[in-house]
């Protein structure tokens, strides 16, 4: 990394339409408008959570290098999210069917709690469309909230799923 640069985590998923070619598309233009991804992790195909829909997801997670204000990148993910044909975003935990999603999980060790953005994102670490991509690419981050690496957040989530059956 370069002076004044910093490195986010995006996660992108998309459940309807040509879903590769959704985040290829969202890769494409992150890279002109935001930064250089440094590291990508495979696809990951999963079912919805929180909403029932016949349509299987495509997730994965990349890291950006960037010199970008965050609440300006937080702006032209939705920008992207809306140019690739995303028309309704989630609301109060209302989820559906969406083209493409990208939610910013984390600025370098940044600590946001605004009306407008929180970061790391608030349920990331809950989300295993999220965690097991990250662990791909970014094991030993640590959470700054909960001072833990990703690979022990995935580590108690599976614990935890585990312990349900």
């Known amino acids: 990394m370069k002076k004044n640069e910093y490195s986010v985590i995006l996660a992108l998923g998309s459940n309807l339409g040509d879903k590769q070619k959704n985040i290829e598309d969202a890769f494409k233009k992150i890279e002109e408008r935001i930064g250089r991804i440094t590291s990508l992790s495979a696809l990951h195909i999963t079912n919805p959570v929180g909403f029932q829909s016949a349509n299987i997801f495509v997730n994965c997670v990349c890291e950006v290098a960037t010199y970008i204000d965050v609440y300006i990148l937080f702006a032209i993910t939705q920008e992207i999210e809306t140019e690739i044909g ?72 599976d614990r935890m799923q585990t312990d349900y059956l």
Do not use: W
């Open 86 to 157: 995303r028309s309704v975003k989630s609301q109060k935990g209302v989820y559906a069917d969406r083209v493409i999603d990208i939610d910013l999980i984390m600025a370098d060790n940044l600590i946001i709690n605004t009306p407008e953005l929180t970061i790391p994102h608030p349920r990331f670490h809950t989300r295993d469309f999220v965690l097991a991509p990250l662990c791909e690419i970014a094991p030993d981050r640590i959470h700054p909230l909960f001072g833990k690496t990703i690979r022990q957040l995935k580590d108690e989530f």
